[in-house]
């Protein structure tokens, strides 16, 4: 018996049972038992429980049984799997905020810049985008990038839920910092050029990343730290030019390879391409109306910022590419009527009155320039926000 025990793993022809034990409780046991599970037999208290382990064994019906085998992630069947450097920072920034310790703000810090850095990871290698494969590589790295994207919505999901205030200030630099990148890169400023062409995948990545931002800082409620974004300044230094001040329509620009080069290589005749793969890909966790949603305020807020004459900003405007579709519901706008819901909302909106929001949408009817420019954008978008349709004056809170 011995020898079968010693010379195999899995055996179980055997089951020791223990009847006895020295004068500290250890049970006594032959040296080839040592490593085994055993019955406790040698105390009354748990005769009972082991008699019915010993049946249980027998008879091969054990009381707990092993849990079905899991479904095999899909990361395993990918032949390069993306390896994340924010990985397991989600998890831990949860456990901080919950655990209410003091270095929660620090870890959040941290995650936008690992964030930052992940980013510029999957810049282009030279040479690598050419006129035969810069649409397919731009589709392409748009979808390994999507993991990071998720983690992104992950954590935007965590933080917001975690603390009843937001680092207005953390916030601020990172997307100050972004603004940088998105400036040094060229990102901002759309061109037909392959050069410029080869970071269409980063425009249509952080293009996704605000709108998932301020759906999650509408979702959870986050309107003071909403307002504080859509109304603050980026500055950026671009190279040989003097240092400017950006607003976050900075992170807008025509999406040429989307929009124009994959149309006419495919043939699709799609309005706007951006648009279907937003649609496509949303996350689970979130509507594609909560995008267009955001997408429609991104887009009213810059209006507003070019109406202001006293605006410095080099600002433009949010062309919002999901308004190609139409939104059914827009609960943000939709529930201005109440006086008390716009009351938690007017800091989103920049102003401190009813009587501000209304000389806004009054100042936007009467500005022959921007009625003309909206024209024309709205004849190319196809769908463009209706902006006194949607904040009509008559209708700003009139209900309490």
């Keep these: 018996m011995s020898n079968e025990i010693y010379s195999k793993a899995d055996q179980t022809k055997f089951v020791p049972l223990i009847f006895e034990a020295d004068e500290q409780g250890n049970a006594f046991l032959p040296v080839f038992v040592h490593s085994r599970i055993y019955l406790d037999f040698k105390d009354d208290e748990v005769y009972e429980d ?35 450097p924010t990985a ?7 456990v901080a905020f919950a655990s209410e310790r003091k270095n929660a703000p620090q870890l959040v810090r941290e995650y936008f810049q690992v964030f930052l850095r992940a980013i510029k990871d999957f810049e282009p290698k030279e040479n690598e985008f050419t006129a035969e494969n810069y649409i397919e590589l ?8 999507r993991p990071l994207r998720d983690d992104f919505i992950s954590f935007l999901g965590v933080y917001c839920s975690a603390t009843t205030t937001l680092d207005t200030e953390v916030i601020h630099d990172f997307f100050e910092q972004l603004a940088q990148y998105f400036v040094d890169s060229g990102a901002d ?17 952080v293009y996704e990343l605000l709108l998932y931002f301020v759906s999650a800082l509408l979702k959870h409620s986050h309107y003071a730290e909403l307002g504080d974004f859509l109304h603050d300044t980026f500055v950026v230094t671009p190279q040989y030019y003097a240092a400017q001040a950006n607003r976050f329509a900075t992170f807008d620009a025509y999406n040429f390879t989307f929009n124009k080069h994959y149309n006419t290589k495919y043939k699709t005749n799609r309005t706007s391409v951006v648009a279907d793969k937003v649609k496509e890909r949303v996350l689970g966790s979130y509507t594609f109306e909560e995008l267009q949603q955001a997408d429609t305020l991104l887009h009213i807020i810059s209006v507003f910022h070019r109406l202001n004459p006293d605006d410095q900003s080099s600002g433009r405007f949010w062309l919002p590419e999901t308004s190609v579709y139409n939104a059914h519901r827009l609960p943000f706008f939709d529930k201005l009527i109440s ?32 009625k003309n420019a909206y024209r024309r954008i709205s004849w190319e978008y196809r769908g463009l926000p209706d ?7 008559k209708k700003i809170a009139n209900f309490n």
């Design 138 to 145: 731009a589709f392409s790295r748009i979808e390994q990038m």
């Design 50 to 84: 082991s008699y019915e382990k010993l049946l249980r064994n027998i008879f091969d019906k054990p009381t707990h049984k092993r849990p079905a085998l899991g479904i095999r992630p899909s990361y395993l069947d990918e032949e390069q799997p993306v390896f994340l």
């Design 387 to 393: 902006i006194e349709k949607l904040m009509s004056e």
């Design 88 to 94: 397991h920072r989600v998890a831990a920034i949860k």
């Design 339 to 370: 006086a008390r819901y716009f009351e938690r909302v007017k800091k989103v909106l920049g102003v401190s009155s009813t009587q501000e929001l209304t000389k806004l949408i009054t100042a936007f009817q009467n500005d022959e320039h921007m």
């Design 189 to 205: 400023k759309a061109d037909n050029y392959l050069n410029n062409l080869e970071y269409d995948y980063l425009r249509f990545f």
